[in-house]
């Protein structure tokens, strides 16, 4: 019997589709016929639409990426969420990210990712009629409270068009896109595979708020999940998730202090006395930004370096150290009003486009985690002390972090399915936490949090700076999430991993790779060059910005 899909009700959605039933559960796998690096097979899976609608067989088309385990003997599959939310599964393995993973998980994996409800052609959330009203907003609409004295209303009212155009453009769409449908997709995926029914599970930033959430819905199926970079469910789904920014000064103050350390790779030391005295000045600069742009050229969208500019070009920076010395030359030229060097922040602030598996969800990362979070009002003046309470938690992403709450506010839709239940749960198998303690917007504190609640879960400290363990990448690190994919092996309680690349550093991946030989002759591991490679790879496509 054909399922029934009503195409009339939802129009423009090319992943409902109309098939058989029995189809649900398998996945159709198939060469990519994109242009791909990557040693990447294709496929699609039918779930439900609507899991809460039992009078519907309406089916969603997932569409999914694998690269196979290259290894024997074979122990399956590992789901994969790169975070976000509103970040591609398939287009973070179009590149080097999946063989490097593949490494770092033992090789006797099959990885798969997928492109989550709202992302990629998956009923893709768009909120504008056309590209030109979409660019007309992000040209127009403030980023940050602190850009102005007036940024706070203006932004407020740039989001309440955005709901708005959200409503009469994805209305039909809204609720069905959330993070407790995808967490019943995911479940789809494992039953499809028919590997015996349990979950293996690796997820960065927002995909620790997935696994978390998946875990706490399905327990008994959760099989090997590692979760790094960990967001805090408890506040996430409260959408007061003021402890994301914990870290976030402690990061930018590393910044600081590996540039004062290192002159020689940091020009801008030299407009300083000491560490403080440079903190000052950026500090000063993004005040005195606000009311003296600087303008490097004739583009109306490229040709001005503003507050927006320079706060989102330190906020896409922090996630990834090895991108602090062309910080560092921009803010170096912004600071001697030097154009040439200046122009460096604007690619920094620039957000990630997709290259091979673009996405139709444009506003997926503006508009999933607004859904999810239970938070609404439309007074503005009872946010005041929300921001405050950010303002009071970090100084430099005080502001970008709280703007988020500006859209949640006012969100139309809520999602259906969302989990309602709490986070204390003992699962099949522990789950290992990863966590930096300079991780600018997922402290070790949120994996403590969440780790607090699963019992016999760990928490593995990752001592580098930047976001997930590949910002500042650590074979010990990645060396003991291998250990646990391959053999349950979970890190003693209270076990630290050091960076193996200082910062604002010229060591070679040569001499790193010596020392790890060193160490090798002396601890046995003689794979440790392997897994370098691999996390150095992995530092190159650290998930930039989009929600947290």
Known sequence: ???????????????????????????NWFPCKENVSAPLTCGSLLVPLDYLDTSSNASLKLDLVKISANKEPKKGSILFNPGGPGASGRESFAGPMGTALRVVTGGVYDLISFDPRGVGNTIPLSCFANDSSRATYNHKAPLYLNASDTAIGAIWA?????????????????????????????????????????LNFLGLSYGTLLGSTVAAMFPHRIGKSVLDA????????????????????????????????????????????????????????????????????????????????????????????????????GIHGALTRNATEAAVLMKLAAPPVPIVFPSKGHEASQGIRPSDVSFRTDNLTSLLPLFDEFYATSRIFGDVLSSLTLSYAQWPFKAKGGYTGNFQVKTKNPILFV?????????????????????????????????????????????????????????????????????????????????????????????????????????????????F
């Not at 068009?161 to 959330?178: H, P, Q």
């Not at 990752?462 to 979970?490: K, W």
Request: charged content about 15%.
């Open 158 to 198: 740039a989001r309440q068009t955005l709901v708005r155009s959200c409503f009469e453009n994805a209305k039909d769409i809204g609720e069905l896109v959330g993070t407790g449908y995808v967490a019943r997709d995911i479940m789809q995926i494992v039953d499809a595979l028919d590997e015996g029914g349990l």
């Open 435 to 547: 966590g930096s303690d300079v991780d600018p917007v997922t402290p070790l504190a949120s994996a403590r949090n969440a780790s607090a609640g699963f019992e016999g879960s760990v928490v593995l400290q990752h001592e580098g700076y930047g976001h997930t363990f590949m910002g500042q990448p650590s074979v010990c690190t990645a060396r003991a999430i291998r250990d646990y994919f391959l053999n349950g092996t979970l890190p003693a309680a209270g076990t630290k991993c050091p960076p193996d690349f200082g910062l604002f550093s010229n060591t070679t991946v040569a001499d790193s790779l010596a020392l790890l030989s060193k160490r090798a002759l002396l601890k046995g591991h003689d794979d440790d060059a392997e897994l370098l490679a691999a996390v150095m790879q992995l530092n190159a496509m650290v998930p930039r910005a989009q929600m």
């Open 1 to 27: 019997m054909l399922c029934k899909i009503l195409l009339a009700a939802i129009p423009l959605l090319h992943s409902v589709v109309a098939s058989n039933c029995s189809a649900r559960h398998t996945i």
């Open 230 to 329: 960990v967001a805090n469910p408890h506040d996430y789904y409260a959408g007061r998730d003021v402890s994301q920014s914990t870290g976030s000064d402690r990061c930018f103050h590393g910044f600081i202090t590996g540039c004062m350390a290192n002159p020689t790779m940091c020009p801008l030391a030299q407009e300083a006395t000491d560490a403080d005295n440079l903190e000052g000045k950026v500090y000063a600069l993004l005040d005195s930004i606000k009311y003296n742009p600087f303008v490097i050229g004739s583009d109306i969208v490229t040709g001005t370096i503003d507050y927006t500019v320079l706060k989102g070009a330190i906020f896409n920076a922090m996630y990834n150290p090895s991108t602090w010395p062309i910080l560092a030359t």
